[in-house]
């Protein structure tokens, strides 16, 4: 038996390829074969030793020269690889500016990338190379064209020759619809464009173009941009640098929104310009145009004629009204004999179980309402403090008009008692039946006395529905939320005390209806 060592085997197999390429290419090799089919002709014009003729011929049909002299071929056939551009390290530079100003977690990466000392060693290293390259082949070599570069930074101002003069039209006393912004070069560069706005339908300017003049004047600031167009009429016209790397983004859905705060503009420090921001209150719907902005949403009341503005986005005003102070932080510090000691966050995981606590601490800023025609609603839920008189009201209101409204017949684990009928009252069920029903979450809503537990099922309420009635339901606040997922448009009545009499029981109430047509 024979052992080969791994190195043998490697050189085999090294061998077998190489004997199967230079097999499958002969073509490639031809001059090495034309000198191994004429050696009789080479040995009669050279008169060489028989010993030398013998050892030419084994050295020329021994697999590894074979390889070799293909290898050669190859390399000598190969393509001179030509560079795309010259202006890599300047390009890498422009476009680092570029992700400056993008908050995205993929273009910091590129940043980061960007910014290390040894890919800026190994761009310039590629950029001389290129050029030297280009001035040995410059008569024998065509590069293709080098695409055109962003305006190079000169001092504090972008010159380049690549600019362009527009005309704009305007009305008066009617805004462009447009927000500028200042690099840290100084350069005055267009950062939105509203939507619905004189630039927006014209479409001659993009987001990311410099501005350079304003009707012949030269601008430097915010300031002497708004100076110049106010001091214009009819026409504006533009010198710009168009914006590079410009991507056209796919049309936005436009939705609505019914606003569920009271908003202020001019009391906003954090608006790019209070002079475009929507005031609203809360109940106002809004029609949302544009959400590309992460903190600021383009939008319009619904109902007047006023152009677009900006208003804040959910996540901008969850993160506003979630923020705490640090100086009034009084729930994460403490103080033991004049040291302040920080306390550490705690973190939960969401668990259905604990929905009611998530539920509490949830921020309700927006909701997407769409427009519907006038319709009946099926479900009225009455909700209010404990003693204000819900169940009384929910009483006379069905017997007011039995045919027209209904109640919900709970669900019990209680015995049925004696000359009780089961569903006249009560539904009578199992404990084991009604807990695997909540597990399931077929109750609306459930709770337990003495020993036993009650509960009103969803299913019972779609049957009233079903039958052509309005259900009257008279819950918790806490419900409301699942009556969203459930039970769809229903309508709230909520009840609250107006004055309190202290020589009797009774109280006046006030009844308000949550809902409206959208």
């Known amino acids: 038996m024979v052992f080969f060592g791994k190195n043998k085997s490697d050189r085999r197999e090294l061998l077998a390829s190489m004997d199967q390429i230079s097999s499958n290419k002969i073509h490639e090799n031809a001059a090495f074969q034309h000198v191994r089919d004429n050696m009789d002709e080479i040995n009669h014009h050279v008169k060489a030793k028989e010993t030398d003729m013998i050892f030419l011929k084994t050295l020329m049909d021994n697999p590894a020269v074979e390889s070799l002299i293909k290898v050669q071929n190859y390399l000598e056939e190969c393509e001179t690889c030509v560079p795309v551009a010259n202006n890599s390290k300047q390009t890498s530079i422009e476009l680092c500016h570029h992700c400056k100003l993008s908050i995205h977690p993929a273009a910091q990466d590129l940043l980061s990338i960007l910014t290390k000392l040894h890919f800026r060693a190994l761009l310039e290293v ?10 040995k082949s410059f008569d ?40 500028v912004e200042q690099d840290e070069n100084g350069n005055l560069i267009v950062a939105r464009i509203l939507s619905g706005g004189t630039i927006e339908k014209q479409g001659l300017l993009k987001k990311g173009d410099v501005i350079l003049e304003v009707n012949g004047e030269r601008v430097e600031s915010p300031e002497d941009l708004l100076t110049e167009v106010n001091r214009s009429k009819d026409t504006l016209q533009f010198r710009i640098a168009p914006g590079f790397y410009h991507k056209v983004s796919p049309k936005t859905q436009q939705c609505y929104m019914r606003a569920l705060f009271d908003y202020d503009p001019s009391e906003d420090t954090l608006i790019p310009c209070k002079e475009i921001g929507v005031t609203f209150k809360h109940g106002d719907i809004l029609q949302i145009l544009d959400q590309k902005d992460p903190n600021w949403w383009q939008a319009k009341k619904v109902g007047n004629n006023e152009l677009p503005g900006l208003i804040p986005s959910q996540e901008l005003e969850e993160r506003r009204k979630a923020f705490v102070a640090p ?14 000691i920080s306390k550490k966050k705690c973190k939960k995981m969401y668990q259905s179980k604990w929905n009611g606590e998530f539920d509490k601490a949830e921020l309700l800023l927006y909701e997407e309402v769409t427009k519907m025609p006038p319709f009946k609603r099926r479900t009225l839920a009455i909700i209010g403090t404990t003693g204000v008189g819900r169940r009384t009201l929910k009483g006379r209101l069905i017997n007011s008009d039995p045919e027209k ?10 015995p049925q008692r004696e000359l009780e009928e089961n569903g006249q009252n009560y539904w009578f069920t199992d404990r084991d039946q ?44 806490v419900v409301c939320v699942c009556l969203y997922l459930y039970i769809y448009f229903f309508l709230t009545l909520f009840i609250y005390l107006l004055q309190w009499y202290d020589n009797s029981f009774h109280c006046q109430v006030q009844l308000i209806m949550i809902n409206n047509s959208w």
């Open 405 to 414: 409204f209904a109640g919900v017949i709970p669900y019990t684990t209680r």
């Open 434 to 477: 009604m807990e695997h029903d909540i597990r399931e979450h077929k109750f609306l809503e459930y709770g337990e006395h003495g020993g036993n537990l009650y509960g009103t099922n969803l299913d019972s309420i779609r049957d009233v529905i079903n039958q052509g009635k309005m259900c009257v339901l008279d819950c918790s606040p």
């Open 140 to 179: 024998t070599v065509d590069l293709p064209p080098t695409p055109p570069s962003p305006p190079q930074q000169n001092g504090n101002r972008m010159s380049t020759p690549a600019y362009k003069v527009i005309g704009l039209r305007k009305k008066p006393d009617e805004p462009l619809g447009l927000t």
């Open 327 to 340: 100086e009034a932080d009084y729930v994460h510090k403490t103080s033991i004999c004049g040291t302040r």
């Open 126 to 135: 590629h950029d001389k190379i290129s050029l030297k390259r280009l001035k």
